[in-house]
């Protein structure tokens, strides 16, 4: 069902005869799916999800109840527009409809009332005598008004109604739904006001069910939980949070705060402990004037939470509502939760445990089911000289053509085109330049000496460790060759420093390169400025601490992120500053150069994450859909990826073609600080606050790795550059290094595997772990493998 960009009013109707309710035809978009018996929550569009009172007619065998609900918000899902056609002899359906014909009116939802009329066959003088205020002699106003109080309050039947097929995610519903013993009989109405979508959003929350009986309602779900078989038991016991955050939030808004603060301290210490700072921010918002306007509220309510449950575990939660009559909880699930449901085997507590804790529950399955190309792009060949005869008298095996294929067997960038990869010109990269060519000879004479790294062969570290930054440095970069480190920092500087014998010199005036011989062999030489030459260049330009830094491939540009919104683009030939990217509207926290220079991504705390080339001053794309922070940015080795990991714990996969989603990975229980993929594309490593590093199969959007050992936030992690072994490095004052080919072999990703992510991770990382290195008191903020496999690790000093 197709999205519509313009308003869409929907309203539904169910009468109370025997009589099945017929369908309009929508005015606008596709016809939509009636929630049937046994039918699944499986799409993000479509179905009556958005409809807050409807309930389904055919679902359980149950008898249709009295509702209405009105929608009026966009952009919103064409639905159908369910109604009674009752017979015009029957003067209690005449009533009834009379009833809703004149809220229709009184609500100014002409085209509503002009269908529904044309469906019940009413003639408009009947309509205008009988439905207009104040023209209905007393009698029958009170009969209309009493019919419309109990069309618009539905009373508990005997069975629930299945879930929406799906419930549109982000449309809003104004309702005056009742349940509970002491039903109210409200009629929800559409206010306007200077934030409509708040106020629609927030409105949601307008149930009018008896606020004591929350208590009894979440108590008994409790109960039943706890005491199903254990199978079914760590399944269902994923409705906890959800359904705790929503009833809280619902006893809110519409003001029950005693009720709502006894709530809160009865049940809150029952929520897994990952969910420890959602529910700081929870109890905070204790009035409803406090919802307005809260981030976090509105993630609760416009994000369906997602639930991963078994066919079984759910039949056996849907007959339970159903007997108790728990239509508070029902419409609860109905309205916020998307349960995807699978057939096979209920997951354990390891299994679900592995995959939730970010802050709209797992990922659908559907989220990972699209193509990924991880392979790698073709090479250029091109032709190795030989530069001296010494270097051929050590290496006899050391012609051009031994070499690439030595580069092939450690997992980098092969010359046979992978069947895996993108097509090459998917989307367009720079042609190389003479200088990258020359570059790429230099790197592959260095792979030839590149140490094998292994268990039994593991690298040397060498650590910079930054004196007296007093806690201001924020930000490592390394250049690929490693010649270059840069540092961004607090006092709104970025400093570049030359780690080689090689100083760092600008070049000379124009003036000055007027009088230079351009034929001559050495120009490159000749137009640097020796008397500016310096270890440590400082760069100023920004007006907030930096958060991001990343060296272009050829070296030749620097870019850095700042709290002050903008990326900026620095000569490293000049040491100036050539562009401010303004495209974010508050603190950029990283940014990235892509692998082939040219493009670069940026993420931020408005979070989305935006791609952009280097000669274009707006954004290529827009990356959103995370619904925190985006904290770390990282292009695919191919460049027709970016991933990004937020401080909604989720770590997403973006197509730089066409911008879409193609993976959400879930699993981490904090917000996500690093990442990286392996050299050949297939694997991405991730690592958080919980101090765990998760690995993930990119092809099969599935966890296949989680290393434990790190106390505290692991700030940065890369592999080595054959990937077989991968860093870590944590503000615990660590570096650790883990067995990466023991990690991703033998993996399990059959087809039922794939079909209901039921992963089954190693019991001990601990077999993984080749070794620890401690600082005596440095974070480690950045991790680099020099291109003969020696590590370069970077940190401030802090002092205890």
Excluded at 462 to 483: E, I, P, R
């Amino acid at each position: 069902m197709a999205a519509l960009a313009e308003e869409q009013t929907e309203v539904a109707v169910k009468l109370e005869p025997e009589g099945p309710p017929t369908l309009l035809p929508p005015q606008t978009g596709d016809s939509a799916g009636e929630g049937g018996g046994g039918t699944t929550n499986n799409g993000p569009n479509g179905g009556g999800g958005n409809v807050a009172a409807s309930s389904s007619a055919g679902g359980d065998g149950g008898t249709p109840k009295p509702s209405v609900a009105v929608s009026a918000v966009a952009p919103a899902v064409a639905a159908p527009v369910p109604a009674a056609a009752p017979e015009a002899g029957a003067p209690h359906d005449r009533q009834t409809l009379l009833a809703v014909l004149q809220f229709l009116r009184q609500s100014n939802l002409r085209e509503a009332e002009e269908a529904l009329r044309r469906e019940a066959r009413l003639l408009e003088e009947a309509v205008a005598g009988s439905g207009a205020p104040g023209e209905a002699d007393g009698a029958g106003a009170e009969t209309a008004s009493a019919l419309l109080s109990r069309v618009t309050a539905s009373a508990p039947g005997p069975a629930a109604p299945d879930p929406p097929v799906s419930g549109a995610s982000g449309s809003a519903a104004v309702s005056g739904l009742a349940t509970g013993p002491a039903a109210q009989g409200k009629v929800g109405s559409v206010a306007v006001e200077d934030q409509p979508d708040v106020s629609a959003v927030l409105s949601a929350y307008n149930q009018q069910g008896d606020p004591t009986m929350y208590e009894e309602y979440y108590s008994g779900l409790k109960h039943f939980i706890e005491c199903s078989l254990d199978c079914h038991r760590a399944e269902l016991s994923q409705l906890f949070y959800p359904l705790f955050v929503h009833m809280y939030l619902e006893l809110v808004y519409n003001q029950h705060e005693n009720e709502a603060k006894s709530f809160f301290e009865k049940f809150h210490g029952d929520q897994e402990c990952y969910y420890q700072d959602d529910l700081r921010v929870l109890s905070s918002l204790t009035k409803k004037e406090h919802m307005k306007g809260n981030e976090t509220m509105l993630d609760f309510r416009t994000s369906k939470f997602v639930l991963r449950i078994s066919r079984d575990s759910y039949q056996l939660l849907k007959r339970h509502l159903q007997e108790k009559q728990n239509n508070q909880i029902w419409n609860i699930v109905q309205e916020h939760l998307y349960i995807d449901i699978f057939d096979g085997m209920p997951r354990s507590k390891q299994q679900i445990d592995a995959m939730v804790g970010s802050l709209a529950g797992e990922a659908k399955r559907e989220a990972n089911k699209s193509k990924v190309f991880f392979g790698l792009l073709k090479e250029p060949e091109i032709e190795v000289p030989l530069d001296d005869e010494d270097e051929e008298g050590e290496n006899e095996e050391g012609k051009p053509k031994k070499k690439k294929p030595k580069k092939d067997s450690v997992g980098s960038k092969s010359k046979k085109q992978d069947p895996n990869a993108p097509p090459q010109n998917r989307i367009p990269l720079p042609e190389l330049k003479d200088s990258d060519k020359l570059d790429k000879i230099m790197n592959m004479k260095e792979t030839t000496k590149r140490v094998r790294l292994g268990p039994d062969c593991l690298p040397s570290i060498c650590f910079y460790t930054f004196l007296n930054a007093y806690q201001g440095l924020t930000a490592v970069d390394v250049t690929d060759d490693s010649s270059l480190i840069a540092g961004g920092f607090a006092d709104s500087t970025v400093r570049v420093w030359s780690v080689t014998p090689k100083k760092l010199r600008s070049v000379k005036q124009a003036a000055d390169l007027s009088l230079i011989d351009k034929e001559s062999d050495d120009v490159l030489e000749r137009i640097m400025d020796e008397k500016t030459a310096s270890e440590l260049k400082i760069l100023y330009g920004h007006s907030g601490p930096v958060y991001g830094a990343s060296f272009s491939p050829d070296r030749n540009y620097l870019l850095s992120s700042s709290e002050d919104g903008t990326v900026r683009l620095w000569s490293l030939q000049t040491f100036t500053c050539l562009v401010g990217y303004k495209g974010h509207n508050y603190p950029v926290w990283d940014t990235q150069f892509s692998p082939y220079g040219y493009y670069f991504v940026s993420g931020g705390h408005d979070r989305v994450a935006r791609l952009w080339a280097t000669d274009h001053y707006q954004p290529l794309r827009i990356f959103a859909g995370h619904l925190a922070d985006v904290n770390c940015t990282r292009f695919h080795p191919n460049s027709n990826y970016v991933a990004t990991g937020s401080a909604d714990r989720t770590v997403r996969l973006w197509d730089v073609l066409n911008g879409n989603c193609v993976r959400i990975f879930t699993g981490h229980k904090g917000p996500i600080h690093s990442l990286t993929f392996s050299p050949n594309g297939r694997f991405l490593a991730t690592g958080a606050t919980d101090g765990r590093v998760l690995l993930w199969d990119i092809g099969h959007g599935l966890m296949v790795g989680e290393l434990k050992g790190h106390s505290d936030t692991v700030c940065s992690l890369r592999f080595s550059r054959d990937g077989e072994i991968l860093a870590s490095g944590s503000m615990d004052n660590t570096v650790r290094l883990w067995d990466a080919i023991k990690a991703f072999e033998d993996l399990e990703t059959d087809d039922f595997t794939t079909a209901t992510g039921h992963i089954n991770l190693p019991e001990n990382s601990q077999e993984l772990l080749l070794g620890t290195y401690m600082t005596k008191s440095t974070p480690v903020v950045h991790l680099h493998f020099t291109r003969r496999n020696l590590v370069l690790a970077a940190g401030a000093y802090s002092p205890q």
